[in-house]
T-cell receptor
Framework: NAGVTQTPKFQVLKTGQSMTLQCAQD?????MYWYRQDPGMGLRLIYY???????DKGEVPNGYNVSRLNKREFSLRLESAAPSQTSVYFC??????????????FGPGTRLTVL | GEDVEQSLFLSVREGDSSVINCTYT??????LYWYKQEPGAGLQLLTY?????DMKQDQRLTVLLNKKDKHLSLRIADTQTGDSAIYFC????????????FGRGTSLIVHP
């Protein structure tokens, strides 16, 4: 997981609370992603940012907002947390530069529980 | 969009070969990928194959791609206990933008 940091590592929220998950990469990658991982479901894309200043919805965007603050940072916000958002959240950073498709890094994850 | 299917579990003996299988629906995927996730960690890209290739070998890993059947496999030779993990296959979305769509993952258990 070199180069992608996520904070916090663990978080417990009550229903209705808000919070922001932070992600930062120091590899000068253009594209960043937020996924959630639920047991038996694989990873599902929430939002992604192909480049600084752009964001797009993924498969499961409802209940989330994102912000690509600069090239390094991509944050995920839960405005009003719900128990269905209990999950492990992963941020990924990918270089898309010709043949460099093998430059992909995932953060260590944020384990979120909503009570 | 891409749908990716994998079997959920595989159990092998240490030293044997492991073969993890995956089927996908989107034939326009440019790249297909294999990832490894160890307990409590994020995903690590293991290898990838370009869609116009049939096979790619990287040390103990061999990826086979059957485009006609839309079938991808990952063979791990001489499987070790350290290979115990969840393995995900993924394909690009249609349209060429790099947005990997993941399967549900195969849990590989390696026992002595």
């Amino acid at each position: 997981n070199a180069g992608v940091t996520q904070t916090p590592k663990f978080q417990v929220l009550k229903t209705g609370q808000s919070m922001t998950l932070q992600c930062a990469q120091d590899m000068n990658h253009n594209s960043m992603y937020w996924y959630r991982q639920d047991p038996g479901m694989g990873l599902r894309l929430i939002y992604y940012s192909a480049s600084e200043g752009t964001t797009d919805k993924g498969e499961v965007p409802n209940g989330y907002n994102v912000s690509r603050l600069n090239k390094r940072e991509f944050s995920l916000r839960l405005e009003s947390a719900a128990p269905s958002q209990t999950s492990v959240y992963f941020c990924a950073s990918i270089s898309i530069a010709g043949v460099s498709y093998n430059e992909q890094f995932f953060g260590p994850g944020t384990r979120l529980t909503v009570l | 969009g891409e749908d990716v299917e994998q079997s959920l579990f595989l159990s092998v003996r240490e030293g044997d070969s492991s073969v993890i299988n995956c089927t996908y629906t989107d034939s326009s995927s440019t790249y297909l990928y294999w990832y490894k996730q160890e307990p409590g960690a994020g995903l690590q890209l293991l290898t990838y194959i370009f869609s116009n290739m049939d096979m790619k070998q990287d040390q103990r890993l061999t990826v086979l791609l059957n485009k006609k059947d839309k079938h991808l496999s990952l063979r791990i030779a001489d499987t070790q206990t350290g290979d115990s993990a969840i393995y995900f296959c993924a394909g690009d979305r249609a349209g060429g933008s790099y947005i990997p769509t993941f399967g549900r993952g195969t849990s590989l258990i390696v026992h002595p």
